[in-house]
């Protein structure tokens, strides 16, 4: 194959598809991404880990020869990095090797054949719909950072998405703290399956939204499989397998009856919290809420680091009660809501507590308390 590209074309889709790669590959091919030129002058570039795929399709200045080839992903990206910008860059694979050519620098790099390239089988994917770009990235940043990274649990190493009457839910739980985002049930995902999309397909589908926000993106799944296509012709397929296993019911945890309402203000609260956590150990992390009549009196007592305390306004007209929390786990939850205030429905010291902006907010979280 040979083919011209322009640098930043080129750096830009090498920058999507190289963080799919894993640095240390027992099987070489997966270290390299597969380029293919096609005569009408459109260039495919693939990478994968045999779990998840990307394929973005892009323009080239030029195609004199159509094929296709695999090179060494990191290394293509990290000389695409330092060509000059505005170079156009001129790929030219024969007898196993690619040479690279910009301005007056040359590379040559080893290839692998394509035909030893492995491709996710698909096969049918039945459902189908479209969602606006923003309201996937919104729902992945509500809820992934609730995402478990403990292995064992597998089935919790990921979101969870399922349709129940008119809506579509996600949700993320690692059994200490639980982030659910509802948006209204897209047309064609109606009878959809309930399915666990892995964390690294979150974190690389996050990275190409970010750059594709005003657009719609085309979900298709199956119960093993699902993919998301970004921005048309010129654009980006993501394919991953699903997570194989039963995600719990996580409807059971969350609260219903609690009657303590607290209202207050998510960054005051934030950085209150943040605060007084200096001193905590590494350890437990754990931060005392003290609960009185309009006030919530944040502390945290540590062997090594003395003690810290700070007065936080609020709303409160309960009876007053003390209750611990994980301070990271409570800073993550308050970092997601974007209003004034912040609503945190509790019962007890021991008992689940509800955090959301208020009753119509889409995205809800449950945290568990901790002894303090």
Known sequence: MKATIERSTLLRCLSHVQSVVERRNTIPILSNVLIEAAAGGAL??????????????????????????????HLLFDIARKLPEGSQVSLDSADNRMVVKAGRSRFQLPTLPR????????????TSFEIPAATLAQLIDRTRFAISTE????????????VSDEEL???????HRLARFTIARPDGSE?????????????ELRK??????DTNVLVDLSASKIRFTLGGEHGVVLTSKLIDGTFPDYTRVIPTGNDKLLKVDPKTFFQGVDRVATIATEK????????????????????????????VPAQYAADGFEIGFNANYLKDILGQID????????ADAAAPTLIRQDEKSPALYVLMPMRV
């Open 208 to 213: 190409l939204l970010e750059e594709a926000l």
């Open 169 to 175: 839910k996600a949700a993320a739980t690692d059994g």
């Open 284 to 311: 437990t992390r754990a931060v005392k809420m003290a609960l009185e009549t309009d006030r919530v009196t944040l502390s945290v007592t540590s062997p090594d680091n003395g003690t810290a305390a700070e007065e």
């Open 339 to 346: 209003g004034d205030t912040v609503e945190l429905h509790l």
């Open 44 to 73: 495919k570039v693939m990478a994968t880990d045999l779990d998840l795929q990307v394929v973005e399709t892009l323009g080239a200045v030029s195609v004199e020869q159509a094929g296709a080839i695999t090179v060494s992903a």
């Open 115 to 126: 035909d030893d390239f492995p491709m996710i089988a698909e096969g049918e994917l039945p």
């Open 191 to 203: 009878g959809m399956p309930d399915v666990i999309v892995p964390r690294k397909c979150v974190g």
């Open 151 to 162: 292995e064992t649990r597998y089935y919790l190493n990921g979101i969870f998405l399922h």
